[in-house]
């Protein structure tokens, strides 16, 4: 086991270093004049100029640049906004909504698609089954940003159950429609793939020998179907985290969270590029943790993995 | 494993084998046996020739004829693709020419869902709209299926450290999630200026692929080593030809399962990126943003936001139906023999 | 135990009248079981014997309330024990699973469910059934090492995949009789294991149940294990029981034409090699079952000369494969160890082992398809793995390959047509009329109707694409045909079918063949001469009648005394 983590841990040092790199690169180093772009496009005085160029290393050659860029990312010294806060302080405030929104929302699509999921897996080809099988469907058909809408006007605005948008200290209970919406199309995919995995495994060879043991159809089921079908929809939750803190652009830009995802959308149409790359460098962190911890995860729900 | 026999080879006495008795029963047992005419004995293995010959993919065929979801997705994308193609069919009206007499006005004759603010027409813009999408759905498609398929065959055929290259590779384009992703290609310079439907379709695609290449890869995998494959070698045929002419085609079922789901996620992710207004210029008219110029008004207009995203969400629901009713068709364990 | 089953010694334990077995399918219902009857003794074993697709397994689990979702007994009783529990409720078959009917299931591998420990499955099953007392887990240990699983206790903390073949299916044994049921089914125990590891597995199974006073029903294709592990033997055919009695009776005294056919082509109850029925007039035994083929074209006259000589040479052959470690550290793995031998023109050479001996990897290197570590191969006097493109092209051309799996063997996305004219296209041969002609010629020569070759594999039964297999290797008229397990994943009729076709091909065309195969019994149909391997080695090599009586190793000993049946005819 301590191997195992060891070597999956050292897989991931070069996808952490690609991704930031291909980051830093896309930002940085892009035809068009990035300090232009720093500006948003306006005239600025020369000396101001030569400054960001030296603080963002540009008079530097391309690696020396990302070099120093990895340098500050460990130390945190991420730059500054236009308005001239820290970009690391700006981070720090936002990164706790952004981490509340999506754990709820995780927690959301876990306890409800695996609900849904199983129970429409053990009555493959009933009703039930059909029922939620197209509202899966309809709900990764809708885009986030429609559901977002549409929940906002009719939960938030019309029924008045929820406040359409989220005050400044964005506590638990108002990101409750956030999340939801943040959550939903994962939900979908969680359904259908704890549904896909009950009814494969409901067929396996060792589900009719424990059968045959003489043991009652609630320990089958729980014993020998959910735990091994569990697997693949554990392994996908926990990718799933860091995919939700990068899309939670769209949600908390509906539902005004001041949240990272927010941050980086006004970062972007203001043209910041030292905080868009900070935030984006951070998400890639965010999502490469959470799949190392998956796989550790997986390692440890199916034996199997551990020897090889 | 410990029952195995030691790896040292024993000299044995010349002895014969061991004669094993059957078993006898104390007990009387009727010795039984059936008339002939009961089950008359087939000749051994005989070829079945009533059937007509069927295909795996004519096989398939008919298994999708006969499913709802497939016959109503079929519709619904035909549907898509000839509104996509000849929207004048469909809408009079000039989506372009607005008069901002009609600002939000109501529905009326000739203009069956109201005026947006800008009082264009919601209907003709609704049914404009749906080139765009299309467009970016399938040229998006098409690039991932190009890169991440040649990528992910490639990786999968040959193994190796070009395995381990484009496995690696893969993984750093899949910690961006592909909307964050395009977002921040987006953003650049080069493209905020030049923003296209091209701009779109690139930013997708060089996100879009590793999930493709993945399960390219994955299928090939699977194929590489079947019996077949290796049996062509050895009739003479080259490495890369088997690839070509066994393997490829015999992964294609999850390849297209799944590139026909991505072809609706492909136009939900252009739909956002032209909503956050990173997407496609205002100029291109488009689902996305005609939702994004709805949104503050949609408390008081909603029609002018949902029509939009309901053509949005029908269309991405019809593709990725199809997706489903092929995996179901198509599913290697339904068809095995 | 005993005491019950001594009481009730003339009621019998298990009684199937007139059953019938639907399944309903996208094509309408399925008669998979019609008017099946047997009647299991307190004590005694049963075997029921069939091809696949007899209903052999269905009727099994029909009595244990296994049917897959899509069936339901439609008709007739199934009794245990005076009790009717054709259609008895959830609750009362739960009761009795475990400890009035046990199951050891067919597959070891696929059976343990991968995630709990053996100990936990095991304890489980003691649990359902209420035996589990204070001390569950000596238990639990007593019950594996009485399946014969050495170092029980600790054995017990494993998971399945630590588990050889064999053991795991011990430690189903320990699980299917853990709670002495006075009932076994045993759903062809045996058939995925290794042919040394079954006698092993079968003699403690019988030894087990003989002590514990259990009645088996004893599910399996194989005749010959029938008729040696059971009293009575039960013959299904086509959903019907064709004919059943006393097991030595049905063996030596076959009424019914289809076990006649059975008995005759039974590989582990033929005693000599096949004959070509087309060189000389079919001796009494050796039974030709194939399709009467129209008579084809005479063999050109290009090889018999030279019938004897060496035309493949294999000299020290050594195949080592580095084995991924732990981070890096590779181990090498000789899979091939300092193998040589002859195989001359004309003749059956048979490489026989069990999983891991190395034979296929012979069989890979013979095919050029893998290169030596170390060693030789002389094909006609030339060195095949330094053969380059060209050469390599053209060797190609004269040693073609038969797989095991039928369902593997051939592209599912080309028509039969395609498939045997893959070959020529290759080798660019003739134009498409003509090639139509030559895969024409072929089908007949393997006794598909022409009609066949727009068909898809998928379409075809295994023996079927078996023949296809064949016909597309026979289409660059080769000297060499490697058989890897060529006719081990077939019926025992349609093997019979297909090892008759060899060899009359063989007489036909004077080809010459490598056989592997695990199987014996096959051995001495079809081959010449035989190499025994064992892990990596060639322990054994002499023709084959030299090493049928005079059997010189213990291993090959073992290998020989592992088939079953091989006595009971004499």
């Given amino acids: 086991m301590v191997m195992f983590t060891l070597r999956r841990f050292l897989q991931l040092i070069p996808v952490f270093f690609g991704a930031t790199l291909l980051v830093y690169f896309l930002v940085f180093a892009t035809p068009g004049d990035p300090i232009a772009a720093l500006s948003g496009g306006k005239p600025m005085a020369p000396a101001v100029e030569a400054a960001l160029r030296a603080q963002y290393n540009l008079d530097q050659p391309f690696w020396v640049q990302y070099g120093l860029y990895l340098k500050n990312l460990v130390t945190l010294n991420l730059g500054q906004t236009f308005s001239g806060q820290e970009v690391s302080a700006v981070i720090a405030r936002a990164y706790p909504v952004t981490a509340r929104l999506a754990i709820m929302a995780l927690a959301f699509e876990a306890i409800f698609g695996v609900f849904f999921g199983v129970i429409a897996g053990l009555r493959k080809g009933k009703l039930f089954d059909s029922t939620v099988l197209v509202a899966s469907l309809i709900v990764i058909a809708v885009p986030t940003f429609v559901l977002g809408f549409v929940l906002q006007l009719v939960v938030g605005v019309q029924l008045g159950w929820a406040r359409p948008t989220v005050s400044g200290a964005a506590p638990w209970n108002e990101l409750i429609l956030p999340a939801l919406v943040l959550g939903l199309v994962s939900l979908a995919y969680v359904i259908r793939l704890t549904r896909a995995s009950i009814s494969e495994n409901m ?33 996908f939750l926990g990718a799933d985290l860091g995919a939700l803190m990068g899309g939670a ?46 796989d550790l995860l997986y390692a440890w729900l199916d034996p199997r993995i551990r020897y090889v | 494993m410990s029952e195995n026999l030691t790896p040292e080879t024993e000299p044995a006495q010349p002895v014969a084998p061991a004669a094993r008795q059957g078993k006898t029963s104390s007990r009387v047992i009727e010795h039984f046996v059936a008339p002939l005419e009961d089950t008359p004995l087939a000749a051994v293995d005989k070829v079945d020739n009533t059937a007509a010959p069927l295909s795996l993919w004519a096989d398939a065929w008919r298994n999708l004829r006969k499913q709802p979801l497939f016959i109503i997705s079929a519709l619904l994308i035909v549907l898509v693709v000839v509104v996509a193609g000849f929207p004048q069919w469909f809408a009079s009206v000039d989506p372009t020419s607005c008069d901002l007499a009609n600002s939000a006005e109501g529905a009326r004759a000739g203009h069956p869902l109201g005026f947006t603010l800008q009082g264009c ?72 200026d030049n923003r296209s439907v091209w701009t779109v379709v690139v930013a997708l695609v060089l996100f879009g692929w590793p999930q493709i290449a993945r399960i390219t890869r994955g299928a090939v995998l699977e194929n590489r080593n079947a019996d077949f494959v290796t049996a062509s070698k050895a009739l003479g045929l080259s490495r890369f030809s088997a690839l070509v002419r ?9 390849i297209i399962v799944v590139a026909s789901i991505s072809l609706g996620t492909f136009i939900v992710a252009e739909a956002t990126l032209s909503f956050l207004g990173l997407g496609l210029p205002g100029s291109v008219m488009s689902w996305g943003n005609d939702i994004s110029a709805a949104q503050p008004q949609v408390r ?3 029609g002018v936001l949902l029509w939009p995203a309901l053509a949005l969400s029908i269309t991405v629901l019809s593709f990725i139906m199809l997706g489903d009713a092929l995996r179901d068709a198509l599913d290697p364990k339904a068809r095995k023999r | 135990m005993n005491s019950a089953a001594s009481r009730n010694a003339d009621t019998p334990l298990l009684e199937i009248r007139d059953l019938a077995i639907t399944f309903s399918t996208q094509n309408g219902p399925v008669n998979a079981v019609r008017n099946a009857h047997l009647t299991i003794m307190p004590g005694e074993t049963v075997a029921i014997v069939g091809e696949s697709g007899s209903g052999k397994s269905t009727t099994a689990l029909a009595a244990i309330g296994l049917l897959p979702s899509n069936g339901r007994v439609s008709g007739g009783q199934i009794i245990f024990d005076g009790e009717d529990i054709t259609n008895v409720s959830e609750k009362r078959i739960i009761e009795l699973r475990g400890n009035s009917i046990g199951m050891v299931p067919q597959d070891p591998m696929s059976n343990l469910n991968p995630v709990w420990k053996i100990g936990f499955q095991v304890k489980e099953t003691l649990k ?11 238990r639990v240990a007593e019950v594996l090492a009485e399946a014969g699983l050495p170092d029980a206790a600790n054995r017990a903390k494993q998971y399945p995949h630590e588990f050889s073949g064999g053991m795991r299916q011990r430690a189903l044994i320990a699980i299917g009789l853990a709670c002495r049921p006075r009932l076994l089914i045993a759903d062809e125990p045996t058939s995925a294991l290794d042919v040394t590891v079954q006698r092993q597995i079968l003699d403690h199974l019988d030894r087990m149940t003989t002590e514990l006073g259990t009645a088996v029903l004893l599910i399996t294709h194989d005749l010959g294990l029938a008729a040696e592990r059971a009293e009575k033997v039960v013959v299904m055919y086509k959903g019907q029981v064709v004919e059943s009695g006393p097991a030595l009776e049905i063996l030596r005294n076959p009424q019914h034409p289809y076990t006649q056919r059975l008995v005759n082509s039974a590989p582990s109850l033929a005693s000599r090699r096949l004959k070509s029925s087309k060189v000389t007039q079919a001796p009494a035994e050796a039974v030709s079952v194939a399709e009467p083929a129209p008579s084809s074209a005479p063999a050109e006259g290009r090889k018999p000369a030279g019938k004897g000589e060496n035309l493949i040479e294999v000299r020290n052959l050594t195949k080592v494969f580095k084995l991924r470690g732990a981070l890096g550290k590779g181990t090498d793995f000789k899979a091939v160890d300092d193998v040589s031998f002859n195989v001359k023109r004309g003749t059956t050479m048979a490489i026989v082992g069990e999983s891991g001996s190395g034979k296929s990897t012979v069989a890979q290197m013979a095919l050029s398809l893998l290169s030596p570590t170390e060693g030789s191969i002389l094909f006609d006097g030339v060195e095949v793995n330094t053969l380059k493109s060209k050469a390599l092209f053209d060797f190609r051309r004269r040693v073609q390959p038969i797989f095991q799996d039928p369902y593997g063997s051939l592209d599912p996305m080309f028509n039969i047509y395609r498939t045997i004219e893959e070959p020529l296209k290759i080798h660019k041969i003739g134009d498409s009329k003509s090639r139509e002609k030559r895969v024409r010629e072929l089908l007949d020569q393997v006794s598909m109707p022409a009609a066949t070759m727009h068909r898809f594999p998928n379409e075809l039964s295994g023996g079927q694409r078996q023949r296809i297999a064949i016909a597309r290797a026979l289409a660059l008229n080769p000297d060499v045909i490697i058989c890897d397990e060529a006719v081990s994943a077939l ?23 490598l056989f592997i195969t695990h199987d014996l019994a096959v051995v001495r149909q079809i081959a010449d001469d035989v190499c025994v391997m064992q892990k990596g080695r060639i322990v054994e090599t002499a023709t084959t009648d030299e090493v049928f009586s005079n ?6 000993q073992d290998l020989l005394g592992a088939i079953p049946g091989a006595t009971l005819l004499v």
Avoid: C
């Fill in chain 1, 203 to 235: 067929n396996a060879d060792y589900v009719r020998t424990a059968t045959a043991k003489g043991l009652s159809r609630r320990r089958v089921v729980v014993v020998h179907i959910l735990r091994n079908s569990l697997i693949p929809v554990v392994t």
């Fill in chain 1, 249 to 294: 652009i769209v949600t908390e830009g509906i539902f005004n969270v001041p949240g990272v995802g927010n941050l980086l959308y006004q970062a972007i149409l203001k043209g910041e590029s030292a905080t868009v790359v900070a935030v984006v460098s951070l998400l890639v962190i965010v999502f490469v943790v959470a799949n190392l911890v998956v």
């Fill in chain 2, 121 to 192: 027409d919601v209907y003709s813009r609704m049914i404009y709209g749906t080139r765009a999408s299309l467009t970016v759905g399938v040229l998006t498609t098409i690039g991932v299926l190009v890169i991440g398929g040649t990528m992910g065959a490639l990786a999968g055929y040959y193994g190796g450290w070009l395995d381990a290259i484009l496995a690696r590779l893969g993984d750093i384009f899949f910690a961006l999630p592909l909307i964050l992703g395009a977002i921040v290609i987006n953003q650049l310079p080069a493209f905020r």
């Fill in chain 2, 246 to 254: 066994h393997v490829i085609p015999n992964s294609l079922a999850p």
């Fill in chain 2, 300 to 302: 008081n207009n909603p």
């Fill in chain 3, 128 to 138: 359902a059934n209420g035996l589990d007392g204070a001390n569950s887990k000596e």
């Fill in chain 3, 491 to 513: 019926d025992v009729l349609v093997q019979a079918q297909v090892l008759n076709l060899l060899t009359d091909l063989q007489a036909e065309l004077g080809l010459t063949y």
């Fill in chain 3, 551 to 556: 059997p010189r190793q213990k291993y090959t």
